[in-house]
């Protein structure tokens, strides 16, 4: 089992910036992946950043050049940060984790709301 552990979300104007954070505890796999998912109230989960344990990332077009995804292997936690943020970027935003073994396991935390006003 993993465990994941989210935190950094608030509320904050446009054009500011937040950090999330997300930390994985438990038996993780050395190939997995692990990302953020945000989802916005009437609108289906979709992916917002995804950064590999071999460190390639992948940006959904909506914030890429304002979003930044990382990772510290040592410390099994993902960060998030995120500029110039826009009233669309409101949602709860949730961190994710691929154990990559014979069977693909995938895990959630329990997300971090974001609220960007205008």
């Known amino acids: 089992q993993v465990q994941l552990v989210e935190s950094g979300g608030g509320l904050v104007q446009a054009g500011g910036s937040l950090r999330l954070s997300c930390s994985a505890s438990g038996s993780i796999a050395s190939l997995n992946a692990m990302g953020w998912y945000r989802q916005a109230p009437g609108k289906q989960r979709e992916m917002v950043a995804d950064i590999t344990s071999g460190g390639a990332t992948t940006y959904i077009d909506s914030v890429k050049g304002r979003f930044t995804i990382s990772r510290d292997g040592a410390k099994n936690t993902v960060y998030l940060q995120m500029n110039s943020l826009k009233p669309e970027d409101t949602a709860v935003y949730y961190c994710?984790?691929?154990?990559?073994?014979?069977?693909?396991?995938?895990?959630w935390g329990q997300g971090t709301q974001v609220t960007v006003s205008s």
């Open positions: 994710n984790l691929r154990n990559y073994r014979v069977v693909t396991s995938t895990y």
